[in-house]
């Protein structure tokens, strides 16, 4: 990928913060970029894979966080799990 080519698409979408594990973004082989806000006081456990849980995680993200993939992106499903279920998740996923 030509990191000066500018992205070609870009979409919001909002997850509801769960006590059980939720899929944040699914996989996608064309993910450039994906950014998610933790826009809640609970923590959320994200997952760069299946199964995000409490002890299973790949990053914990305190309430009114961002989180953004490291390039290149992580083409994978991203998962996750909040430890109380109050607010959401904004995902942005750039292809």
Known sequence: ???RSPVATAAVTVVTASITVVT???ANAARTGLSVYNDSTAQLYLKE????SLTNFTVIMPG???YETPFPAYP???TGIWDS???SAKVTERA
């Open 24 to 26: 944040l973004a699914a």
């Open 49 to 52: 894979g299946l199964g995000a």
């Open 76 to 78: 994978g499903i991203v």
């Open 64 to 66: 009114k966080a961002l």
């Open 85 to 87: 279920a109050t607010g």
């Open 1 to 3: 990928m030509d990191l």
